[in-house]
């Protein structure tokens, strides 16, 4: 178990190829890489990252969800298709990098919906991409997060049924603003979690980096522990929680200080 950063940390700051080397300097020695833009998903483009990682590991992959997620579960095989293409080429690129993990967000909840979800459907869905992913190395992750497919607990146990080699991302914060317990999310994807994004938060609900709020860090990581966790979590804040990019570091110090001592 590792503590590192994800690059999302630096977006609108740095672009990612010149994310990585910052992050290297930190000693984050693990990292997510978000990808953000339709050039960033092109192949070539994993072998510049490949450049710039140094001492880096890549834990896992991320896009921007509305670019091409939802058109992978699209009912018209046009869109699919073109969205299956644009898929295949981030999993190169972190075939590329030796990422273990995407980390995906699927659907937009955008409009309000008068039916149920289609659990079915949706399962078999991911599992496709499940497959897919699997010819490249990687294993495909939902994350749970407040306004995508996997925004309440109970989600993730029914796809499931569905899709059983799925992995689970678990992101606090986002278990926050979606009004759910962190750890209810935990005990959902139990032996299925992947990744955990770490973020802080202060008195009036305001994210912050890990150490600069409130949140109960040392009980998350025995949490952890007490499950087998064995994975990576990853610092993902927005750019503007937070000062100076040295910033990023104290954090790091501060987890894997409280990590040290539990271990």
């Not at 898929?87 to 995407?102: E, Q, R």
């Not at 996997?150 to 979606?178: C, M, T």
């Not at 994975?231 to 110090?253: A, C, F, R, T």
């Amino acid at each position: 178990m590792e503590v590192g950063i994800s690059t999302a940390s630096l977006f609108l700051r740095n672009y990612v190829e010149d994310a990585l080397p910052i992050l290297d300097s930190l000693g984050a020695k693990v990292c997510e890489v978000f990808l953000n833009t339709f050039p960033e998903y092109a192949p070539p483009f994993g072998e510049l990252l490949k450049t710039r990682l140094g001492g880096l590991k890549v834990n896992s992959m991320h896009t921007y969800t509305f670019h091409f997620e939802p058109e992978l579960f699209s009912q018209s095989m046009r869109s699919r298709d073109v969205a299956d293409n644009t898929f295949k080429d981030v999993l190169s690129i972190g075939k590329t990098l030796c990422a273990k993990y995407y980390t995906m967000h699927a659907r937009g909840r955008l409009k309000k919906h008068t039916s149920p979800d289609n659990f079915e459907a949706f399962g078999k869905g991911i599992d496709r991409l499940v497959y897919i992913a699997e010819e490249y190395g990687i294993r495909l992750c939902l994350e749970n997060v407040e306004w995508a497919s996997y925004n309440r607990v109970g989600f993730f146990r029914e796809i499931k049924k569905f899709s059983p080699k799925l992995g689970g991302v678990l992101d606090v914060k986002q278990a926050r603003l979606s009004g759910m317990d962190y750890r209810d999310y935990l005990d959902e994807m139990g032996k299925d979690l992947c990744t955990v994004h770490l973020s802080d938060v202060d008195e009036n609900g305001r994210i912050r980096l890990p150490g600069k709020g409130i949140f109960d860090f040392e009980e998350l990581f025995k949490r952890l522990i007490g499950i087998g966790f064995d994975g990576n979590m990853l610092i993902e804040v927005y750019k503007d929680d937070y000062g100076e990019v040295g910033e990023l570091k104290d954090s790091l110090d501060y987890l894997r200080e409280i990590l040290y001592k539990l271990k």
